[in-house]
């Protein structure tokens, strides 16, 4: 394998693709501008358009070259700019065998490489036959095993230890109806409607349904359009989680996790321990009533194509069954701790700083367009909606383990190993210094990104003894020596 | 009990400051000016232009008399064999925390203006964020970035 080759040459309908795929709302728009014109009929537009890219993504095949040389993985990429990706063994953290729809039309499969650095993104090949994948795979993986731990990945040893964990239908389909890619399906069927709003308005179809509905007033010709779009939304979200995250599966491994999900585009995603950053439980709005949450790890060096480095480990679990799950995954980390809140004083804040925006927007609102007194339930809401990040926020920690609690829609819980944190910061504004409070941030490496966990509002002492739990060995300084150990104690994280 | 061995600014800090706004804050005046071409300068709209402007003017003279000497006040930067520790803000202080282990890359950085006034600015990366200490000597910024190199190869560990 030391000659430079191509990819197969269905990469090049892959890659163009994966154009459209990024310029969807360009696309759209293009689209529609350009069939406002009748003496050009649409379906040239679409032909050409695909033209185009079939001739981009053609071009993108031609000049992708790829070869394993010494253990190494050298890529040469780019239409103009020409880039040499050189991935040595000891750097790949894990190669991913996939296949999407496409690939498997022409039986072929993927090759997802992970490094710790920003480019692996760039070091995926897109479609080669299964045979050099895992040639590949072989060449590249045994190295780097070897590496790693040599004695005791011998050829002959017994099948490696693991669990398995898949998702019951009937917990896909609660997590398909309570998604939380509502709110962003919700903003792309806006924007879609934006977009054809022009044609519909002028079509007699429009005015035909508008005459179905009983003479009614504005108020509610409003709320029947918000039903019909959320009622959509919900739809398009119910669909999505359900083609993403059928077909779940959790494999627990000796060294990594691998996590396989998706009905029409196949997933695969390995995660070995040691790049683990993090790990939070997401309790959403929906959700939460129903006893129901979603866990998330956050990984170093590698995530989704979005570069945030956020993976979902299980999608739906019964609160009952959380800890049992990462017991399972997650052994070494203790999980249940007594912790602390932010003290009654603080409520308050809490308070106004969820309802202040929405009650002066609602205010503005209600004067400008007269509205119904009702629509005031909204800041009602509001307010509820600050009691309860107040009640929900909470902090804890034991000798490597630190836990933050916080919502702002869902109820966040994160476990943090303690020397993975790459930094904390304790900052008060002046109210809150005035008022004795003081707010804590914790950031865990994410992808090529950084995430962050917050606590607000803590008492101001409480947020140096977080501090002084990050420092580790490191001199404890005068400001956090003397500190008293917090009073008020509560059991965390809650779950049975 | 030790002290936090903090160090404060070079007070150069506040000249390149107040040049920086000076000049980097005449763009908000194009808000008001963009109103006007707009809107024109009739009834109600001479006002709302000739309240934005008075506000913003304030805000320019405040952003060169009082902003930059407050912040270089407040400004303060540790590092010993184990952390970083910094500390800013004039509203809101903030105090960050990050342990030498988990720095990747620490380097010096040097615009137009602060060469002209012979300082830098120290750039601490890690792999979640990257924090700067802004506007110090040059040869002390050099020194400050030896030393959390140095510090930062001792207590290496895996991410």
Sequence with gaps: ?496 | MKQTPFHKLTPRAIRVWQLGNAVGNLFFFGIPAVYAAIFGMEGFHFWVVSVTSGIIFTLWVLSIVLFPYLSWKNWRYAVDEKEIDLKRGVIVKTRTLIPLSRVQHVDTRQGPLLRWYNLASVTISTAATTHEIPALDAQIADRVRNQISTYARLAEEDV
């Design chain 1, 1 to 496: 394998m030391s000659e430079f080759q191509r990819q197969h040459p269905v990469a090049a309908i892959s890659a163009a693709l994966g154009l459209i795929r990024g310029n969807l709302i360009p696309i759209i728009l293009f689209l529609f501008v350009g069939t406002q014109r009748e003496e050009f009929p649409f379906v040239w537009w679409i032909a050409g358009g695909f033209g185009f890219l079939l001739i981009l993504g053609t071009l993108n095949w031609w000049r992708f070259l790829y070869r394993i040389e010494d253990g190494e993985l050298q890529i040469k990429r780019g239409l103009f700019v020409r880039k040499n990706l050189y991935l040595t063994k000891d750097r790949i953290q894990v190669i991913d065998i996939t296949s999407g729809v496409i690939q498997r039309m022409f039986g072929l499969v993927k090759l997802d490489i992970q490094t710790a650095g920003s480019t692996s993104r760039e070091a995926s090949i897109e479609a080669i036959t299964m045979e050099k994948a895992t040639e590949i795979n072989r060449i590249l993986r045994e190295t780097a095993i070897e590496s790693d731990q040599p004695e005791t990945t011998e050829a002959g040893m017994p099948e490696e230890e693991k669990k398995i964990f898949e998702l019951p239908a009937k917990e896909l389909l609660i997590a398909a109806s309570t998604s939380g890619s509502f709110g962003i399906a919700l903003s792309i069927l806006a924007t879609l409607f934006s977009q054809i709003e022009p044609i519909i308005s002028e079509s007699e179809l429009f005015e035909y349904l508008f005459g179905l509905l009983p003479s009614q007033t504005d108020f509610l010709l409003i709320l029947s359009v918000i039903i019909v779009f959320v009622v959509f939304a919900w739809l398009l979200s119910f669909f999505s989680t359900l083609f993403s995250y059928g077909n779940f599966r959790l494999e627990v491994k000796e060294k990594e996790l691998v996590i396989s999900r998706g009905i029409f585009e196949k997933k695969r995603l390995t995660v070995p321990y040691n790049r683990i950053q993090a790990v939070h439980v997401a309790e959403g709005m929906i959700r939460q009533p129903l006893g129901y949450a979603s866990v998330h790890l956050e990984s170093a060096g590698y995530g989704d194509d979005r570069g945030t480095g956020s993976i979902v480990l299980f999608p739906l679990v019964h609160r009952t069954e959380i800890l049992n799950l990462l017991d399972d995954v997650l052994p070494d980390y203790k999980k249940k701790h007594e912790g602390i809140k932010p003290p009654k004083r603080a409520a308050r804040r809490y308070m106004i700083r969820s309802a202040f925006l929405i009650t002066a927007t609602t205010a503005l609102l209600y004067y400008i367009l007269s509205l119904n007194n009702w629509i005031w339930i909204i800041p009602a809401l509001s307010v509820y909606w600050g009691w309860l990040k107040y009640k929900d926020t909470a902090a804890a920690w034991s000798d490597d383990i630190m836990l933050l609690r916080s919502r702002a829609f869902s109820r966040t819980t994160a476990y943090i190993k303690k020397n993975r944190v790459q930094d904390i910061s304790y900052s008060q504004s002046w109210i809150q210094r005035y008022r004795g409070l003081c707010t804590v941030q914790v950031h865990v490496a994410s992808g090529d990104q950084g995430k962050s966990f917050a606590v607000r509002d803590l008492e101001q002492q409480d947020g140096f003894l977080l501090i002084r739990e990050i420092k580790g060995e490191a001199d404890i300084y005068e400001e956090f020596s003397g500190l008293t150990e917090p009073e008020q104690l509560i059991p965390l994280p809650g779950w049975p």
